[in-house]
């Protein structure tokens, strides 16, 4: 049974950080692109990060690229997104998905390359 299971989100103050985790199983989690994708309320879901099965590779959207760091680690079969600098635009619901991985250094941005989600977690940034 596939299972992505997000944890660390909260409430934070402008300028601050938080760091989520994605602990993944029931997959090969080497094989798989792990992503962060997050959705504000009243707004369609959007890609945030994304790292290729070695942890080599990453890939940012714009909004947060500087602010933002995703790393996975194999032995914990577990991807995080450490947030820091975080704005009151950052507030939103945090998904984590994983996605087959069609060559080594690949990493996607598109949602219809993920093939398994978590439940989300939310992280809200007061100013």
């Known amino acids: 049974q596939v299972q992505l299971v997000e944890s660390g989100g909260g409430l934070v103050q402008a300028g601050g950080s938080v760091r989520l985790s994605c602990a993944a199983s029931?997959?090969?989690?080497?094989?798989?692109?792990m992503g962060w994708f997050r959705q504000a309320a009243g707004e369609e879901r959007g890609f945030v990060a994304s790292?290729?099965?070695?942890?080599?590779?990453?890939y940012y959207a714009d909004s947060v690229k500087g602010r933002f760091t995703i790393s996975r680690d194999s032995v914990k079969n577990t991807v995080y997104l450490q947030m820091n600098s975080l704005k009151p635009d950052d507030t939103a619901v945090y998904y984590c998905?994983?996605?087959?991985?069609?060559?080594?250094?690949?990493?996607?941005?598109?949602?219809?390359?993920?093939?398994?989600w978590g439940q989300g977690t939310q992280v809200t940034v007061s100013s």
């Open positions: 029931g997959f090969t989690f080497s094989g798989y692109v």
């Open positions: 998905a994983a996605a087959a991985a069609f060559g080594y250094s690949s990493v996607y941005s598109s949602q219809t390359r993920y093939n398994y």
């Open positions: 790292i290729n099965r070695s942890g080599v590779n990453t």
